[in-house]
Antibody
Framework: EVQLVESAGGLVQPGGSLRLSCAAS????????MTWVRQAPGKGLEWVAN????????NYVDSVKGRFTISRDNAKNSLYLQMNSLRAEDTALYYC?????????WGQGTLVTVS | EIVLTQSPGTLSLSPGERATLSCRAS???????LAWYQQKPGQAPRLLIY???SRATGIPDRFSGSGSGTDFTLTISRLEPEDFVVYYC?????????FGQGTKVEIK
């Protein structure tokens, strides 16, 4: 069974930093791109970033470029999102998602509040 | 960036009725790489349709997708009580991936 479990988010002040983690299991982690998607409270879905199987290619939505860094540790079957210079508009539920195209498997999400 | 516009924002229907949800792209979606998701309150989105018209595993056949290029449609043939939630389209033919703003299907 595919499982994606995000670490606890938290409350951070504007300008602060936070690192999210996602532990993957139930599939061969090294053969899938991984993605972060976020959802502001009461709002729609926003694709944030993705990373290639070997970590050699990374893509970001414009609003987080230069502030967020996606990475992975294939030895630990883990995905990360380092978030710096956080803004109020980054407040959202952050989902860890398997894949590069359509998104079949999602984590339960972790809430990040910037205030 | 491809902008996806979903309409209507809210659709008010009764159980048993047919629902037609629209997703229009600001430019042609490469290879018709368009997906539809359902999101229930407090849950992660669930994949319904990929490649515009292919149903994901385990999705009831009352859900169907159609369209190509810039115009796509999700049809729910007969609404069940559990279908009154929010639906999103997403394109994955171009980077960055983008989502529509969602359509809420509510009980009339």
């Amino acid at each position: 069974e595919v499982q994606l479990v995000e670490s606890a988010g938290g409350l951070v002040q504007p300008g602060g930093s936070l690192r999210l983690s996602c532990a993957a299991s139930g599939f061969t982690f090294t053969t899938f791109w991984m993605t972060w998607v976020r959802q502001a409270p009461g709002k729609g879905l926003e694709w944030v970033a993705n990373v290639k199987e070997d970590g050699s290619q990374k893509n970001y939505v414009d609003s987080v470029k230069g502030r967020f860094t996606i990475s992975r540790d294939n030895a630990k079957n883990s995905l990360y999102l380092q978030m710096n210079s956080l803004r109020a508009e980054d407040t959202a539920l952050y989902y860890c998602v398997r894949g590069y195209t359509y998104m079949l498997y999602w984590g339960q999400g972790t809430l990040v509040t910037v205030s | 960036e491809i902008v996806l516009t979903q309409s209507p924002g809210t659709l008010s229907l009764s159980p048993g009725e047919r629902a037609t949800l629209s997703c229009r792209a600001s430019q042609s979606v490469s290879s018709n790489y368009l997906a539809w998701y359902q999101q229930k309150p407090g849950q992660a989105p669930r994949l319904l349709i990929y490649a515009a018209s292919s149903r994901a595993t385990g999705i009831p056949d009352r859900f169907s997708g159609s369209g190509s290029g810039t115009d796509f449609t999700l049809t729910i043939s007969r609404l069940e009580p559990e279908d009154f939630v929010v639906y999103y389209c997403q394109q994955y033919g171009n980077s960055p991936r983008t989502f529509g703003q969602g359509t809420k299907v509510e009980i009339k």
